[in-house]
């Protein structure tokens, strides 16, 4: 067990909306000056999940839960090397962590890694400005980065937009590396990382598959030079409408027919190489309770989501693609927000939340077994 003795929660904080709007606590984790999207996330578990799933980069994740790091860091769960997140705002933090696997605190580990953070903010009152405003940029400042309202208004609304940001390659790998099959190897997979959770390739493992993880610069030449069973695209920060590369290579596979499945930016990827358009959602999902139809079963599955952009198709009609029929698998049912995507005609599918996720239910691991049956298809 281990307690924080930096005492950064006497130090003031100041949390600063795009649209003027000010919460006031205390430092939590590094104490300076950050910027992001402010977005919010219901999962009352699985912090350090969230906090190193890279597709949080550029972001500040506020907690609805209020009572964030009961159960400390540990050295298992982290989902790559890494904090994400630009950002992270708690409403009463653990000041003493109590778990088994823990080896610091949470607050030890933010600053650690310099991400910047607030508690004591009314993350419930936050989170409804969130909600009727929709997702917005914000700052957090304490300690010497303090300054007047307007001066920090004014360094929030400088900060980059979410919306045409291009953030894949900033966080994917810049060598390609393998995640060996578990047991006995029945398949190989291309994965392109555009932000790839640690859980994907693991869950992939696990059936057997030897995951060859590609940078997000991978070409078709490089994908296919593995000698690939199926292609899989990964979830990933950023605005898809950025993403033209893994849209092309994306295409590519296509044309070759070869099993394909996509994670969150790999859905928002295979609307765009179908043709459909992705646009910006009021403020996203994020947790791990949202509840999913598969279309193609009827069943309702709880699933882990995180992201703040959607596909734009047809929910009630099969579409004619470049690549033939497709349709919307998988809907949000608490919104009808698309949440998955498949060919009629060829086998590629994907899925807007996550299967993979650790931390939450395990309701959607099936998929994985969907990409195995499409890859032994292909075999037969
Ligand atoms: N987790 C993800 O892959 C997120 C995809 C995309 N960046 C979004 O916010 O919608």
Request: with cysteine; glycine share 10%.
């Amino acid at each position: 067990m281990t307690t924080s003795t930096r005492g950064a929660d006497k130090v003031p904080a100041v949390l600063v909306l795009e649209d003027g709007r000010i919460f006031r606590g205390r430092a939590y984790g590094a104490v300076g000056e950050t910027f992001g999207e402010a977005v919010f996330s219901t999962g009352m578990t699985g912090y350090q999940e969230t906090l190193t799933d890279p597709s949080y980069h550029r972001q500040v994740v506020v907690m609805t839960a209020p009572h964030v790091g009961n159960t400390g860091v540990n050295d298992e769960d982290a989902e790559s090397k890494r904090i994400w997140v630009s950002g992270y705002v708690v409403r009463d933090p653990a000041r003493v962590p109590s778990n088994w696997r823990s080896r610091r605190t949470l607050d030890e580990e933010l600053a650690a890694q310099g991400v910047v953070g607030i508690s004591g903010v009314d993350t419930r009152a936050l989170t409804r400005h969130l909600r009727e405003r929709g997702a917005m940029r914000v700052g957090i400042f304490s300690g010497n980065a303090l300054s007047d309202e307007g001066t920090m208004l004014a360094e929030v609304r400088q900060a980059p937009e979410m919306q045409g940001a291009d953030l894949s390659a900033e966080v994917a790998t810049k060598e390609a590396y393998v995640v060996p099959a578990q047991g006995e190897k029945k398949f190989t997979v291309a994965a392109v990382d555009l932000g790839i959770k640690g859980m994907t390739p693991y869950r992939m493992a696990e059936r057997g598959i030897e995951v060859h993880v590609l940078p997000a610069t991978a070409t078709v030449d490089d994908v296919y030079a593995v000698n690939p069973d199926g292609v899989f695209f990964s979830n990933g920060p950023g605005d898809p409408a950025t993403a033209d590369h893994p849209v092309s290579v994306m295409r590519g596979v296509l044309e070759r027919g070869t099993p394909l499945f996509g994670i969150c930016f790999g859905n928002q990827i295979l609307g765009r190489a179908l043709g459909f358009g992705t646009f910006k959602l009021k403020y996203g999902h994020r947790g791990i309770n949202q509840p999913v139809q598969d279309r193609t079963t009827g069943k309702v599955e709880v699933t882990a989501h995180n992201h703040g952009f959607a596909v734009d198709a047809p929910l009630d009609k099969v579409s004619d693609t470049p690549f033939g029929r497709a349709e919307v698998s998988h809907v949000c049912l608490n919104d009808n927000v698309v949440e998955g995507l498949q060919l009629l005609d060829k086998p590629a599918f994907s899925v807007q939340y996550h299967p993979e996720a650790a931390a939450g239910p395990h309701d959607a691991a099936y998929l994985f077994d969907r990409f195995v049956k499409l890859m032994e298809g292909q075999r037969a």
